[in-house]
């Protein structure tokens, strides 16, 4: 989670691929939720680290509902794979599938839906750092793009995670028909990775009632406001 919730360098917390590589291990990106734009400055979120892995894992966003993943490595690895193990797929390949995931890389550069997910992000994240001076309970704002984190504390001194009132969060947002979910160590992250479609009316809507669904439950905890 630590890629879907920080905006710190992943550098900060994991060994460089160099050392990975040299103690006969492989640097393996998992692009199967922050892929496809969604990060906003990079198409991949592993750019943003300043790396190439050995081995890209994709998924979902690549086929846009369609069931659909892909997997991405070096000539020298596959072929060391295919000497190992025996795998086979009877629908990998298909022709269909192949149209779809065309069709979805096609959406993404015609609409420009990567600086649309950079630009409505910073939109959110200008919001979430208002909703910061607010609200007590807002003890963090991380994340890049639209993949984004509300990080919800008991005590900000502390650090003491509110877990139990994260998930009250979530079923209420969830009442006024929007989606979001906890992550996280301790699940008390918000996190937020709408349709790349996601627009600025959204975004206004999506703050309103955090901003409203936050007070309702720092009055109900007793938590003091700020």
Not at 74 to 96: D, H, L, Q, R
Not at 128 to 145: A, C, I, M, N, S
Not at 196 to 204: E, L, V
Not at 220 to 226: D, F, K, M, R, V
């Amino acid at each position: 989670s630590l890629s879907l919730s920080l905006s710190l360098s992943l550098s900060l917390f994991l060994p460089p691929p160099r050392h990975v590589r040299e103690a006969g291990g492989l640097c393996v990106a998992d692009e199967v939720q922050v892929g496809f734009g969604r990060m906003g400055t990079h198409f991949w979120a592993f750019e943003t680290q300043g790396v190439v892995p050995d081995i890209v894992t994709m998924g979902k966003p690549i086929g846009n509902g369609h069931p659909l993943a892909a997997v991405v490595t070096t000539p020298e690895i596959a072929a060391a794979f295919a000497k190992t193990t025996s795998y086979f797929n009877t629908y990998g390949g298909n022709p269909v599938s192949c149209a779809v995931a065309n069709a979805v890389l096609d959406v993404i550069e015609n609409e420009k839906l990567q600086s649309h997910a950079l630009a409505v992000g910073e939109e959110v994240v200008a919001g979430y750092r208002k909703l910061k001076e607010k609200h007590v309970l807002v003890g963090d704002v991380r994340g890049t793009g639209l993949m984004l984190g509300l990080d919800l504390v008991l005590d900000r001194d502390t650090r003491e995670p509110a877990t139990a009132i994260a998930g009250e969060l979530v079923h209420r947002m969830k009442r006024e028909r929007v989606l979001v979910s906890q992550d996280g160590p301790h699940n008390n992250v918000i996190k937020l990775k709408p349709p790349m479609c996601f627009n600025s009316d959204d975004a206004k809507m999506l703050l309103a009632k955090l901003d409203v669904i936050l007070g309702d439950l720092e009055r109900e905890h007793g938590l003091a406001q700020l």
